[in-house]
């Protein structure tokens, strides 16, 4: 599946156009993570947020150590996850970890959301 297919067909980007579409693959791109590789971190800066495409995610609060992380969210395919830079955040709140092999698309945040100040219906 290519990122143009998966931006089409998702809801957040349901009231952009086609042109619209073809801008965001621009600043988009497909990643691919192991079981157990970390996407990001809590209070790691925050530029990107992401589709899963396929695989599981895992959404963790940190702990003072690593074993005692809190599960707070399983991302499921399909699903946003990172929104944090879209909601001007500087930082994640959270860790992003998968539980299996996945692939996810990550955006830009800047970018895509300079692209919705020039569309008002989709903003």
């Known amino acids: 599946m290519t990122d143009d297919m998966v931006l089409k067909g998702h809801?957040?980007?349901a009231s952009l156009n086609v042109d619209e579409?073809?801008?965001i693959s621009a600043f988009s791109s497909v990643k691919d993570y192991r079981?157990?590789?970390v996407i990001f971190k809590s209070n790691q800066t925050a530029s990107h947020f992401h589709i899963l495409m396929e695989?599981?995610?895992y959404l963790m609060l940190p702990g003072e150590r690593p074993e005692f992380n809190i599960?707070?969210?399983?991302v499921e395919k399909g699903e946003l996850f990172g929104i944090s830079p879209l909601l001007r955040?500087?930082?994640y709140t959270s860790t992003a970890q998968c539980f299996e092999d996945t692939k996810v698309l990550a955006v830009e945040a800047g970018p895509f959301r300079e692209l919705l100040q020039h569309n008002c219906g989709a903003g």
């Not at 599960?71 to 399983?74: F, H, N, Q, V, Y």
């Open 11 to 13: 809801d957040l980007f």
């Open 21 to 23: 579409i073809d801008r």
């Open 35 to 37: 079981r157990r590789d």
């Open 55 to 57: 695989g599981s995610v």
């Open 71 to 74: 599960l707070i969210s399983k």
């Open 89 to 91: 955040s500087p930082c």
